[in-house]
C-alpha cells in the first residue's frame, strides 16, 4: 500500500506563492499519474493538477498560468507551485496516485489565502 505525505501548506496573503510537495512510499512512483486535488469548505473535491509518468500535465481551467506541477522521480515526490495565490484557492489540498487500477490519497494539507 502506497502512502502519500503531504507538506507545504499554510497561511498565505493574496498575491503570494506557496509550494507543496508530496513523498510517497514504495516503488511504484515513477510509472505512476500523480495529482493534486482541492476541496473548499462546503465544496466538492476538484482536480487542481495532473502530472503523467512521462511528464505531461494537465490543468484545471482556474490555476492554469499560474500554478505549476513537477515530479521527482528520484525522490519520489511531486511538488504542486501555486503563484499569484487568492482566497479562492483556500482549500485542503490532497495529493493523489494512480497506477492501473490502484489509488491512493494523501491526508491533505491547508492552504488559506488571505484577501
Known amino acids: 500500500q502506497v502512502r502519500l505525505v503531504e507538506s507545504g501548506g499554510g497561511l498565505v496573503q493574496a498575491g503570494g506563492s506557496l509550494r507543496l510537495s508530496c513523498v510517497a512510499s514504495g516503488n511504484i512512483f515513477s510509472a505512476a499519474v500523480m495529482g493534486w486535488y482541492r476541496q473548499a469548505p462546503g465544496k466538492q473535491r476538484e482536480l487542481v493538477a495532473t502530472i503523467t509518468s512521462a511528464g505531461t500535465t494537465n490543468f484545471a481551467d482556474s490555476v492554469k498560468g499560474r500554478f505549476t506541477i513537477s515530479r521527482d522521480n528520484a525522490k519520489n515526490t511531486v511538488y504542486l507551485d501555486m503563484n499569484d495565490l487568492s482566497p479562492e484557492d483556500t482549500a485542503v489540498y490532497y495529493c493523489?496516485?494512480?497506477?492501473?487500477?490502484?489509488?491512493?490519497w494523501g491526508q491533505g494539507t491547508q492552504v488559506t489565502v488571505s484577501s
Open positions: 493523489n496516485l494512480k497506477r492501473v487500477i490502484y489509488t491512493s
